[in-house]
């Protein structure tokens, strides 16, 4: 696996650079602004979207994590 970055090292630096990781703060904090506009946070259909933001966010930061 190491050897993938020494063919690509443009990949590595924008992992070492941290861009994965500002880009999952985005949809995080993009999932909590949707939060903070729902009435009721318990309601599936309210909620629905703010989960698919997190999971957006760390689905982002798993498949850095297996580069």
């Known amino acids: 696996m190491g050897e993938l970055f ?6 590595r630096a924008s992992k ?8 999952a703060d985005v949809l995080d904090s ?3 602004a949707v ?3 729902v009435d009721d946070p318990y309601d599936f259909d ?6 698919n933001l997190s999971g957006a966010a760390s689905q982002v930061r ?3 994590r297996w580069l």
């Open 6 to 11: 020494v063919r690509n090292p443009r990949r």
């Open 16 to 23: 070492d650079a941290g861009v994965h990781d500002a880009f």
């Open 30 to 32: 993009a999932a909590a």
């Open 35 to 37: 939060m903070h506009g």
């Open 46 to 51: 309210e909620r629905l979207e703010a989960d």
């Open 62 to 64: 798993d498949a850095f």
